[in-house]
């Protein structure tokens, strides 16, 4: 095995799975924080392994990954003692691929990335952004209708890219129990995982820095 270099920034939402995705395969790592906030991403030496200077990367005996679905998926394939966690029946593994698609493409670009850009730049949120939070919540409770888990019956590295993104966006619009019921019920099996830390701590960040811009609603 390689020396595995993940680097990152505890708050970050992709960073977070990909953590959850290290403990849950116990794989020791060498944790480089890369502050984003301060512009550590344009260095010289992180754009030479990683052009499009972005967080989480992985380095692996000196290979480098990037984007938070890639790295999990590499981790599990090369390194998993079986493949719980990504499966390689077809049909399971396109449930799970399909749940990191819309992680990716309506959860982080939708639902989180334009709304943090109106919160934390001190712009109002507007109504277009809480209903897509809605909406998110939704699919989730229709996903976990006959699961315990986001892609099936057991935990998948699809559990743990959306646990990062939801409870960020509790900072916005908290889940109703009595109208998303498996969503709370999958939240709470989430923050029963002995390695859940590895979220907690970066949300908790991340909720810190959020509540400290005052966003506002628009009405």
Partial sequence: ????????????????PVKLTLAALQLP?????????SQQQMSEEYL?????????????????????????????SK????????????LKRAIVNQRLYFESGVVFADAIRRTNMMAFCG????????????????????????????????????????????????GYVKIDAAKFAKLTAWVKRMEKLPYYSENAVGAEIF???????NFTIEE
């Fill in 48 to 76: 030479k392994k990683n052009p499009q200077h972005t967080i989480p990367m992985l380095e692996d005996d000196g290979a480098c990954i990037w984007d938070s679905h890639a790295i999990m998926c590499y981790l599990v």
């Fill in 123 to 170: 712009t109002p949120v507007t109504k277009d952004r809480i209903d897509a939070i809605v909406e998110v919540y939704n699919l989730m409770e229709a996903f976990l209708k006959d699961h315990d888990y986001i892609a099936g019956d057991t935990l998948t590295i699809a559990d743990f890219s959306l646990i990062s993104p939801i409870s960020s966006l509790v």
């Fill in 207 to 213: 909720l810190t820095a959020l509540k400290n811009t």
């Fill in 29 to 37: 790592y060498e944790f480089v924080e890369v502050n984003v906030f």
């Fill in 1 to 16: 095995m390689g020396k595995l270099i993940l680097y990152g920034f505890d708050p970050s939402i992709p960073v977070r």
């Fill in 79 to 90: 390194y998993g003692k079986d493949d719980s966690l990504y499966p390689k029946d077809l």
